[in-house]
């Protein structure tokens, strides 16, 4: 559950059992984490990370944008390609030598 997320708001979303775990460890153990909206860690990064990781491991967008309560051209972003993936694009073209 996400008391406080982006914009105030309250929702639920699901979590992989072995994420669920290490979180839980994470916050008996204190783990030293800057966490919150001045932090780098954030609810809302691990957010990102989780739709980018779904989506770069094959699941269906549609699914991601579900998960995450997003519109599809919300989700959209976590599809989009890196630059090593226009790298490998470019030199798989073929050339006529």
Do not use: C
Request: glycine letters at 8%.
């Amino acid at each position: 559950m996400i008391r406080y997320g982006k914009g105030g708001r309250y929702r639920e979303v699901p979590l992989h059992p072995i994420l669920r775990a290490t979180l839980e460890t994470w916050i008996a153990e204190a783990a030293s984490i800057d966490v919150g909206r001045d932090a780098e860690f954030t609810p809302h990064v691990l957010r990102h990370t989780a739709g980018t990781t779904m989506t770069r491991s094959g699941t269906d967008i549609v699914v991601v944008a579900e998960i995450l309560g997003h519109s599809m051209e919300t989700a959209r972003r976590y599809a989009l390609p890196s630059p090593e993936d226009r790298h490998t694009a470019i030199n798989r073209l073929t050339t006529d030598q």
